[in-house]
């Protein structure tokens, strides 16, 4: 792979684990947004099938999937997560404090545009069935960003690994933000502190739990994909926009929603400023994968 294409994935890396970190943003979605969704659900695919070979001895079906993984397009993009995570961590939370409304007003101007990507797919195809299922999951995703958070300040090994397993299906299921989950359930600031001061032990558990999560449900998603790819996307949309009320620029600490009242100007600034940046990545490529066909 081309040095320049290298880049342009570490630097996609970097946007996802980005996400990651910022609850209320889905990975899952960023990765949707630059074109690397199904690559990463076929890797990972990929990857478990190919153990699964190894361990029954199948050498030769092990070597075809492994050889099927886009390495030169996942490695970068993995080595970027972990740079936006390590050091995003140590950023995102001053922000989230010191400007809360443009913070979120940013996000949700991404999202927004974002929301172009998933209904493409499924336009032509639209369905009572879709309708359903994006009115669904904008309910589900609405529901679940209204929860209260928890406390959680010293968690148990077990919680950690099963929390974590859980959270990382945000990278597989865009719309659903797997720190917003985190936060849910009291986990968000023990984890950010694990990462900002280097606590391993924390982390290998945290790993390890999310190993697992992202192993097992990558396999689930990409079934559903194959056999139900419209009715997934639909809900995948639904889920979008009910995650919306997370990135609403006037709310309290406990999730209240405010009306609008202070930084009016610049939060719409921002809303409209980066969903245009979304749409001008959206519009690049879709001319770039024209151009390839």
Same mark, same amino acid.
């Given at each position: 792979?081309k040095?320049?294409?290298?880049?342009?994935?570490?630097v996609?890396g970097?946007?996802?684990?980005t996400?990651e970190?910022i609850p209320?943003?889905?990975g899952g979605?960023?990765?949707?947004?630059v074109g690397?969704?199904?690559?990463?659900?076929?890797?990972v695919?990929?990857?478990v099938?190919?153990?699964?070979h190894?361990?029954?001895g199948?050498r030769?079906e092990?070597v075809?999937k492994?050889?099927a993984i886009r390495?030169?397009?996942?490695?970068?993009?993995?080595?970027?997560?972990?740079?936006?995570?390590?050091?995003?961590?140590?950023l995102?939370?001053?922000?989230l404090?010191e400007y809360?409304q443009?913070?979120?007003?940013t996000?949700a101007?991404?999202l927004?545009a974002s929301?172009?990507v998933?209904? &493409? $797919?499924?336009a032509k195809?639209?369905?009572p069935?879709?309708?359903f #299922?994006i009115? @669904?999951g904008? %309910? =589900?995703?609405?529901?679940l960003?209204?929860l209260p958070?928890? &406390? $959680?300040a010293?968690p148990a090994?077990?919680?950690?690994v099963l929390? #974590?397993?859980? @959270?990382?299906? %945000? =990278?597989v299921l865009?719309g659903?933000?797997?720190s917003?989950f985190l $936060?849910?359930v009291?986990?968000y600031?023990?984890?950010i502190?694990?990462?900002?001061?280097?606590?391993f032990?924390?982390?290998?558990?945290?790993?390890?739990?999310?190993?697992?999560?992202l192993?097992s449900?990558?396999?689930f998603m990409?079934?559903l994909l194959?056999n139900?790819?419209?009715?997934?996307?639909s809900?995948?949309?639904g889920?979008?926009i009910g995650?919306?009320?997370?990135?609403w620029p006037?709310q309290?600490e406990?999730?209240?929603?405010?009306?609008p009242?202070?930084a009016?100007g610049?939060?719409v600034?921002?809303i409209v400023?980066f969903?245009?940046?979304?749409?001008i990545?959206l519009?690049e490529?879709?001319?770039?994968?024209?151009?390839?066909q």
């Open positions: 792979m040095p320049a294409a290298s880049l342009v994935n570490l996609r970097v946007l996802i684990g996400a970190v209320g943003v889905s979605t960023v990765a949707l947004i690397v969704y199904e690559v990463i659900i076929q890797g695919a990929d990857f099938y190919g153990l699964g190894v361990i029954r199948n030769l092990a075809v492994f050889k390495f030169g397009v996942l490695l970068p993009i993995l080595f970027g997560m972990v740079v936006a995570i390590f050091t995003v961590a140590a995102i939370e001053p922000l404090i809360p443009i913070t979120r007003a996000f101007g991404l927004l929301l172009a998933p209904f &493409g $797919l499924v195809s639209l369905k069935a879709h309708v #299922a009115l @669904a904008a %309910a =589900l995703a609405f529901w960003t209204s958070t928890a &406390g $959680l010293n090994g077990w919680q950690i929390f #974590a397993a859980i @959270a990382i299906c %945000a =990278l865009p659903v933000s797997g917003f $936060l849910a009291g986990l600031a023990p984890t502190a694990a990462v900002n001061d280097r606590d032990g924390y982390l290998a558990l945290f790993v390890f739990g999310a190993v697992i999560g192993f449900f990558a396999l990409r079934w194959l139900y790819r419209s009715l997934i996307l809900l995948m949309i889920l979008m995650s919306l009320r997370a990135l006037w309290t406990s999730r209240e929603l405010l009306a009242s202070d009016m610049p939060v600034a921002a400023g969903g245009v940046v979304a749409v990545i519009v490529r879709s001319i770039s994968s024209r151009q390839k």
